[in-house]
């Protein structure tokens, strides 16, 4: 009975501060507190020994972290990167304590949004392995990825 007490006085937000992320074919739709920041594109220092999704690494605040191509993790060709790309630096959400950020390339500057339950739509269309689902918000179309999975595979497991 105290379990179903403490149950019913959490309250679950009513809006979602996110980030609509331009990419190279359809915008990503991630939490805000998913992203530490968004920097200028660098090239990457590649690494031949590893999957084509993985670009390469990148330098960030002094530390080295995986940089990777959502598109090409997805199983579609990687994308030229264009004069208004950047780099999206990821929190890692996992308890994987040797991955606590890694990196997308991305098409351009992220927006703000606020998703509220009610104006998110799925939309019934194939994913790739990197992706969760695709949607629908404010009329706007998107993908959620799938982190855990993004993070599974960068550490190899």
Known sequence: MKDAVIES????????????????????????????EIIPYVEAVEDYATPDWH?????????????????ALSGRPMPEVGEDARIAVINGVGDHTKLPFYAFVV????????????????EDKETGPAEKMFVQVSGEHAV???????????LGH
Request: aromatic letters at 4%.
């Open 9 to 36: 006085s959490v309250k679950l937000p009513s809006e979602v501060a996110s980030l609509l992320i331009p990419m190279f074919d359809r915008p990503l739709l991630l939490p805000n507190v998913a992203v530490a």
């Open 55 to 71: 670009v390469g690494t990148v330098e960030w605040r002094r530390v080295n972290i995986p940089l990777l191509s959502v598109e």
């Open 107 to 122: 098409a351009g500057i992220p927006r703000l949004v606020r998703v509220i339950e009610q104006e998110i739509g799925k």
């Open 144 to 154: 959620i990825l799938d982190l855990d999975f993004i993070e599974e595979k960068i």
